[in-house]
């Protein structure tokens, strides 16, 4: 699962949080007396279903973004529910409370109702639809125009039926009758509103369980923005305010509702960003590596097999031979790390490395590692050098037969590298030990801890707490 907010750990409880946050208000605003909750505001209103629109299309062409990358079915009817809110907000809400401020007429209700009706069931069935692939382009064109063809409709349809149409909702609303609520309006209005409400609350149950089975923090936020959808519907039934001049609480959940799309329109973009760059780190690094395996691995490689044709008593060879093993050890070890996946947990890179360099060593390693220890690349490559230098001198310079190491995640993560070998005095350190400085330079840069317990015939240990 991706990195997301802290409270999507636990989706299930913050959901129900923020559900039972809605019905408090809802009952505060039934039940405060003294309080106006209604304002008189035909401008707000343009404003607030402007909004609407602009959010919901810029939410549509972020899912038609994903459904032209995944080709899922989901996605493809998320994006064509976005479209349809957009396109009722913008031309049944906004431009006729813009031309003709006060109560709408009767097709403007009705194709309004209805276009919303039919997106909140598009929401819903987003929410529990499959994952399969859209067959051909050619579907995947037609059905991307399908909200249009459904406004068009149901627009046509209630302009004929105008003359027949009774009036949806008739508000005779004041600022002073706004602190209780009026049920008002026709039959079906009030049935169509919590038929949507019903619809937002099972899409809420059905993303969370999306966003619990695949982990994308943008079915999160919309498991999380179903639930101020449905109870902006509850208040439209309580206190109708969606087809009239009047701005009233309803129309606050609703907006909330836009606000939270945004946030995961925002999100995505971020993560994709993210992925983007990690992708960019990434094949930069495979083209380090290649470069240093054509290159300095095989210089390395050659200086040491000819090393060996000369006089191998001879200190100075003895010690450039050495130098040369060492810098190829090094390379491969660079090599090694630019090769690896980004987000490869550290216990699995650190269980790789240690065993290579026990191998190399002519040593054994145990292993003690906890799993799902989260950590930046960077501090990843620190932990796995240092124990890698470790378990190199611990062999080396130590005689260790044997050497443990352990990872943890408590309080700080700790990683110890504990062997059985000879030991020295720390406070006089191992001769040419340019190992343990190199190991405190790196724990310091990382703002953690390293340090080193030993005594002469009592082994090693090294500690790094971050």
Known sequence: ????????RRLPLFMAAVAAAGLAATAAVALASPLQFAYRQSALHVALETTAACVALVGAYLVLGRFKRRHRYDDLILAQALVLFALTNLLLGALPAA?????????????????????????????????????????????????????????????????????GVEVSLSAEESNRPQVVGHPVVIGAQLVVMVLFALAAVGFMRRF????????????VASIPAA????????????????????????????????????????????????????????????????????????IRRNIRRLNREDPIVQRVEAGAARALQESRRAIAALTEPLDEPLDEVLRRAAQEVAAREGTHVVLSLEPG?????????????????????????????????????????????????????????????????????????????????????????VEVAL
């Open 1 to 8: 699962m991706e990195e997301g907010p802290q409270a999507f």
């Open 99 to 167: 031309l003709s401020p006060g109560p709408k007429d009767a097709a403007v209700t009705w194709a309004a109702l209805a276009c919303r009706l039919v997106a909140s069931a598009a929401w819903a069935h987003a929410a529990f639809a499959s994952s399969h692939c859209v067959g051909t382009a050619g579907l995947r064109r037609t059905a991307a125009l399908a909200p249009l063809a459904v406004m068009a409709v149901i627009t046509t349809a209630a302009a004929l039926l105008e003359p027949y149409l009774p009036a």
């Open 212 to 223: 619990q089975r695949e982990g994308d923090e943008l079915i999160g936020w919309l498991a």
């Open 231 to 302: 109870t902006a519907r509850l208040h439209y039934v309580l206190f109708p305010s969606l087809y009239s001049e009047w701005v009233y609480t309803g129309d606050l959940f609703r907006l909330l509702f836009y606000v939270l799309i945004l946030v995961a329109a925002a999100r995505e973009v971020r993560s994709y960003w993210r992925a983007e760059a990690e992708a960019a780190v990434l094949e930069e690094r495979q083209r380090l590596a290649r470069d240093l395996h054509d290159g300095l691995a095989q210089e390395l490689a050659f």
């Open 373 to 461: 220890v989260e950590v930046s690349p960077v501090v990843r490559e620190a932990l796995v050098r240092i124990a890698a230098e470790a378990i190199t001198n611990a062999a080396r310079h130590g005689g260790a037969k044997l050497v443990r190491v352990e990872l943890e995640d408590g309080e700080h993560v700790r990683l110890r590298i504990i062997d059985s070998g000879r030991g020295f005095d720390p406070a006089r350190g191992r001769p040419g030990g340019f190992g343990l400085t190199s190991m405190r330079q790196r724990g310091e840069r990382l703002g953690g801890r390293v340090s080193v317990r030993s005594a002469p015939g009592e082994g090693t240990e």
